[in-house]
């Protein structure tokens, strides 16, 4: 970019090329000030690129896109993967924010499932058949029979699945997920297929734990989005999950979309196309991949482009339906 060419300087260089004498060079005249929406323009956030963390499992890997390790992001309460599952993922649950607090001293745990890619034929277990006790629970559990009683679903991309603390569940093999939950690590295996690591050692069960916090009854919930696909001017939503913990939400870019950040950070994930994003200050080229961080705060942004995106807030309060009070009008 060329640099800047201060008033005076641009004067002397016509004096120059018109072979003028130099002439004294004037005072700029006092600007006016500026009105209270341009310094708070000025002054908004401006969006973040984050990158990929990667992490290596015995399963497969995962790409932390939005999380506590990157820098400045330590205050968010999500944290959003791509999860790659080569094998199967262990048979899990999750505490809630009571038991999390009081056992472990971090956040509970849940969590939503957005399918990108799968092999023909893949599956997971999401949740139980039928209603088991505790007893069954911890018997199924070291006679390793726990999959019979957990409900098997074949899987396609675009399926969405909320796993709430408390519902068993396991990633298949050959799966590839979006994966936006509470901030938290906490994990208490039930099922591990026996395997071992490279050297040779099983990782840990948390059988009791488990117990604990484990709801024995069937998911309530589907695996589809919990609200339609609304066509607006210029891109298309669709409420994935809503709840007390993270809306996430499905945008089709068509042509453009604007909005704010007045009422809380969002989080852009990039799953197909490319585009451009304004605001803060900065424009941004948006291609398949990329995680952006729109701080709370912003007046104003703008997507245009043709581009399909995850957009994950953390409050229940937010209108899931509104991207922000600039929203067009149609």
């Given at each position: 970019m060329n640099p800047a060419i201060s008033p005076s300087g641009k004067r002397q260089m016509e004096q120059r090329m018109k072979g003028q004498k130099k002439q004294p060079v004037e005072q700029p005249l006092k600007q006016p000030l500026k009105q209270p929406a341009e310094r708070q323009m000025e002054q908004s956030?401006?969006?973040?690129?984050?990158?990929?963390?990667?992490?290596?499992?015995?399963?497969?890997?995962?790409?932390?896109?939005?999380?506590?390790?990157?820098?400045?992001?330590?205050?968010?309460?999500?944290l959003i993967k791509i999860i790659r599952a080569r094998e199967a993922l262990s048979v899990q649950v999750h505490p809630d924010n009571e038991f999390a607090r009081e056992?472990?001293?971090?956040?509970?745990?849940?969590?939503?499932?957005?399918?990108?890619?799968?092999?023909?034929?893949?599956?997971?277990?999401?949740?139980?058949?039928?209603?088991?006790?505790?007893?069954?629970?911890?018997?199924?559990?070291?006679?390793?029979?726990?999959?019979?009683?957990?409900?098997?679903?074949?899987?396609?991309?675009?399926?969405?699945?909320?796993?709430?603390?408390?519902?068993?569940?396991?990633?298949?093999?050959?799966?590839?997920?979006?994966?936006?939950?509470?901030?938290?690590?906490?994990?208490?295996?039930?099922?591990?297929?026996?395997r071992e690591n490279a050297q040779h050692e099983k990782r840990e069960l948390h059988i009791d734990k488990a117990a604990l916090v484990a709801g024995f009854m069937p998911p309530l919930a589907g695996h589809h989005p919990m609200g339609p696909r609304i066509q607006k001017n210029g891109y298309s939503r669709t409420l994935l999950v809503q709840c007390p913990y993270f809306v996430v939400q499905l945008y089709e870019i068509e042509e453009n979309l604007e909005g704010d950040t007045l009422q809380g950070f969002r989080s852009l994930l990039i799953l197909e196309g490319e585009g451009v994003l304004t605001g803060g200050g900065k424009s941004l080229r948006l291609d398949a991949g990329m995680s952006i961080c729109l701080p709370e705060g912003m007046e104003f942004y703008r997507l245009e482009g043709k581009m399909k995106l995850l957009v994950s807030t953390g409050e229940e309060s937010r209108e899931a339906s509104e991207p922000g009070r600039t929203e067009q009008k149609e």
């Open positions: 956030p401006a969006p973040v690129i984050l990158e990929p963390i990667r992490k290596e499992y015995i399963w497969g890997t995962e790409d932390w896109m939005f999380s506590w390790l990157h820098k400045g992001m330590e205050k968010y309460p999500l056992a472990e001293q971090k956040s509970g745990k849940t969590e939503m499932w957005y399918v990108l890619d799968c092999e023909p034929g893949a599956y997971l277990y999401y949740g139980l058949k039928h209603k088991i006790s505790e007893d069954e629970f911890r018997k199924r559990i070291k006679n390793q029979t726990i999959l019979e009683v957990c409900r098997k679903v074949p899987v396609k991309r675009g399926d969405v699945f909320y796993i709430p603390a408390g519902l068993l569940h396991a990633i298949g093999a050959g799966i590839t997920v979006a994966e936006i939950q509470q901030s938290s690590d906490v994990t208490y295996r039930v099922y591990d297929y026996n």
